[in-house]
């Protein structure tokens, strides 16, 4: 009797040992899935990105849009690789317009047209006794007019300095965009022309990305001049 009793507990131990290692790896399965699904729809937002891009520039070309799109098509390319990396649909994008090699598969879609807004005018303000006014430019440091809210922000490959490319507001405008996943920001000069609200070259997305990720996905982006 004393035998049978020993090996009953043994069986029940095993038992209980073998059920949680079951639910461990499920657990761990099921967490490298959601994982890998959130790192997918990252890829395929940046591409989808990218691609808008190039077919605005080829709806409204100028004399920079064959090197702007050059460019495109490498970060394009390098997406893709990553794609491959994380066991993603290769060349899957949100909007897709670019096969490999640049060639267009959907009609090039109309870029939308730059609004301008007409200067504020502002009635003169009596300060109260005590209470001082700001500075000239110290607008530049404090909340700016936020636009775009809910847009997500990529970047496009060129070198240089911090800047920007944009489909909403004109070359000259400065923005700041922040990283509300991780509070980093950057204030950059619209250099160039985009389908996007806002995309950021290589340097400016640099200084607020988070590491390995090409998306911004929860982002605000203010204009301040």
Excluded: H, W, Y
């Excluded at 073998?18 to 490298?32: K, Q």
């Excluded at 993603?88 to 096969?99: I, L, M, P, Y």
């Excluded at 090039?108 to 609004?115: I, S």
């Excluded at 001082?132 to 990529?154: D, F, H, K, L, R």
Aim: hydrophobic content about 35%.
């Amino acid at each position: 009797m004393s035998r049978k009793k020993t090996l009953s507990r043994k069986k029940k131990i095993s038992l209980l040992v073998g059920a949680a290692a079951l639910v461990g790896g499920t657990a761990v399965v099921m967490t490298g899935t959601s994982q890998a699904s959130v790192a997918c729809d990252g890829f395929a937002t940046a591409l989808g990105n990218n691609e808008e891009f190039i077919a605005g520039q080829r709806s409204a070309p100028d004399a920079q849009s064959e090197a702007r799109i050059a460019n495109r098509v490498a970060v394009i390319e390098q997406i893709k690789a990553q794609q491959k990396a994380s066991g993603c649909t290769v060349g899957e994008g949100s909007k897709g317009v670019v096969a490999a090699g640049g060639a267009a598969q959907k009609p090039p879609v109309a870029k939308p047209p730059v609004v301008k807004t007409p200067p504020a005018t502002t009635a003169p303000v009596n300060t109260p006794p005590g209470q001082q006014q700001p500075a000239p430019g110290a607008a530049n440091n404090g909340a700016g007019q936020v636009v775009c809210p809910g847009s997500t922000v990529t970047l496009f490959n060129e070198e240089g300095a911090p800047g920007a490319s944009s489909g909403q507001f004109p070359v000259g405008t400065t923005l700041r965009v922040t990283n509300l996943d991780n509070s980093k920001s950057t204030t950059v000069k619209v250099t160039s022309t985009s389908a996007s609200c806002v995309l950021l070259n290589n340097a400016a997305f640099e200084q607020v990305r988070e590491p390995g990720k090409f998306l911004i996905r929860k982002a605000r982006i203010e204009r301040i001049g």
